[in-house]
C-alpha cells in the first residue's frame, strides 16, 4: 500500500507537475504514465496487492508477475485507470484540469477541451475521479450544522414545479457552521424524499 502523504508534504515539480507545460514534458505517452503510476505506488519496489509478496519481475508488456501468486499485476489493478480504453495522458489532464481549475471543470468543457466522443465519457471520467477522491471513512460533520435541500436537473416545459417535478433530483445539503460568519466541511446526497431520516450525511 502507497504511504499516503499529507498535502503540505508534496512538492511541485518533483511529486506533481507545477503547470501544464511540465505535465505535458512528464507525460508524453502511456509509457510515462505507468511509470509515474508504478512511482506513486510502490516507492520502494513492487508488492503483490493479492499475497504482499516483493518477489517478481517485470514482463515486457509492463505488467509484474507475482512469484507467489503466479500471476500477472498491472500497476493499475485496483485503481479507477484499471482496464480503461482511454488513453491515461487523457485521464492524466482530466486530474490536471480538476485540481487546478479554481472552481471545478465540467464534463462539457473537458469533452471540448480534451477531444472526447461524448459528453457520457467525459462525465463519467470526472465522476470516477470524484468517487475516489471521496474517504469513505471520513468523520460526520461535528458542532452546529445546517441542513437544507434543493432540486437539480433540467426543467421540463410546461410541467411541474418544486418537488414534484419530473426528472429532477433531490439533494440534501448540510454545511458546518463556524463563527464569525464562517464555514466548514459540506456534505451533500441525492435522497429518496425530504423526510428526516434520508437526511443523515
Known amino acids: 500500500m502507497t504511504k499516503r502523504l499529507p498535502a503540505s508534504a508534496l512538492q511541485g515539480g518533483h511529486d506533481y507537475p ?3 507545460a511540465e505535465l505535458c514534458a512528464w507525460f508524453p505517452d502511456d509509457d510515462a504514465c505507468l511509470d509515474y503510476l508504478d ?3 510502490w516507492p520502494d519496489g513492487f508488492v503483490c496487492p493479492r499475497c504482499g509478496t516483493t518477489k517478481s519481475w517485470r514482463m515486457s508488456d509492463g505488467r509484474f508477475w507475482c512469484e507467489r501468486c503466479r500471476r ?18 487523457v485521464w ?17 468543457t473537458l469533452q471540448r477541451l480534451l477531444g472526447f466522443g ?25 458542532g452546529e450544522v445546517e441542513v437544507d435541500e434543493t432540486l437539480v436537473g433540467g426543467e421540463a416545459h410546461g410541467g ?23 464555514f466548514g466541511r459540506v456534505r ?6 425530504a423526510l428526516g431520516a434520508s437526511f443523515w450525511l
Not at 95 to 108: D, I, L, P, R
Not at 118 to 139: E, I
Not at 166 to 180: D, F
Open 92 to 108: 492524466f489532464a482530466v486530474a490536471w484540469y480538476m485540481t487546478s481549475a479554481k472552481n471545478g471543470v465540467s464534463a462539457k
Open 160 to 182: 411541474k414545479r418544486g418537488r414534484g417535478a419530473g426528472r429532477k433530483s433531490l439533494v440534501a445539503v448540510a454545511i458546518e457552521l463556524r463563527s464569525p460568519k464562517g
Open 118 to 142: 461524448s459528453y457520457q465519457t467525459a462525465w463519467t471520467t470526472l465522476h470516477r475521479f470524484r468517487t475516489a477522491m471521496g474517504r469513505p471513512d471520513r468523520d460526520r460533520l461535528s
Open 39 to 41: 512511482w506513486r505506488r
Open 188 to 193: 451533500m446526497r441525492c435522497v429518496p424524499d
Open 72 to 89: 500477472r499485476v498491472s500497476v493499475t489493478k485496483g485503481t479507477i485507470f484499471h482496464r480503461t480504453r482511454t488513453p491515461l495522458t
Open 18 to 20: 507545477r503547470d501544464y
